[in-house]
T-cell receptor, first 113, second 113 residues
Framework: AQSVTQLDSQVPVFEEAPVELRCNYS??????LFWYVQYPNQGLQLLLK??????LVKGINGFEAEFNKSQTSFHLRKPSVHISDTAEYFC???????????FGQGTRLTINP | ETGVTQSPTHLIKTRGQQVTLRCSSQ?????VSWYQQALGQGPQFIFQ???????GRGNFPPRFSGLQFPNYSSELNVNALELDDSALYLC????????????FGQGTRLTVV
């Protein structure tokens, strides 16, 4: 079975500052990793995914994440945030090739002007 | 290419009633998964349908049931509604073969009073 821990429930940052949202996972098998974003009253939008290959993954809206197998982490980063990045961010894991996603509790990113 | 659509967007039901939520999968996708997202939580896997059969289930009681139709659309049925069933219900579609990501709909907000 897989599990995901998002280490921060809320992250406040100033506009144009860098941000890192932390995600650790647990699994006994190889995994796929995902970051989704959820804007208020909306569904989930995929930001980026790691399936295999390069451990540094680039996604939409300037986000990137690095897969670290030894530390079982998949932290999300952005060098300079904008007001429009205010949203809830979810890290998710699935066993490689499996369809079921296991989500973390989410991190609320708040951007202050 | 049409995305994942869910209906209705919102509904209010009384405790003890039954509800049916609907999902149309993205074009070319043959697998549908349902998730429950309680307020302030990450989505939790309810079950998945492939080839019109349930193919994996999370920790939800039997009063949560579903259907998948030949066109790959799906329904989620919940009987004997409880107050704790109030949540955002998300549908996700994907390809069974060569799974790389799930695409989510906007969700149905269910309120049980």
């Amino acid at each position: 079975a897989q599990s995901v821990t998002q280490l921060d429930s809320q992250v406040p940052v100033f506009e144009e500052a860098p941000v890192e949202l932390r995600c650790n996972y647990s699994s006994s098998v190889s995994v796929y990793l995902f970051w989704y974003v959820q804007y208020p009253n909306q569904g989930l939008q995929l930001l980026l995914k790691y399936l295999s290959g390069s451990t540094l993954v680039k996604g939409i809206n300037g986000f990137e994440a690095e897969f670290n197998k030894s530390q079982t982490s998949f932290h999300l980063r952005k060098p300079s945030v904008h007001i429009s990045d205010t949203a809830e961010y979810f890290c998710a894991v699935s066993a490689s090739g499996a369809q079921k996603l296991v989500f973390g509790q989410g991190t609320r990113l708040t951007i202050n002007p | 290419e049409t995305g994942v659509t869910q209906s209705p967007t919102h509904l209010i039901k009384t405790r003890g009633q039954q509800v049916t939520l609907r999902c149309s999968s993205q074009s070319g996708h043959n697998t549908v998964s349902w998730y429950q997202q309680a307020l302030g939580q990450g989505p939790q896997f309810i079950f998945q349908y492939y080839r019109e059969e349930e193919n994996g289930r999370g920790n939800f009681p039997p009063r949560f049931s579903g259907l998948q139709f030949p066109n790959y659309s799906s329904e989620l049925n919940v009987n004997a509604l409880e107050l704790d069933d109030s949540a955002l219900y998300l549908c996700a579609s994907s390809k069974r073969q060569g799974f790389t990501e799930a695409f989510f709909g906007q969700g149905t907000r269910l309120t049980v009073v």
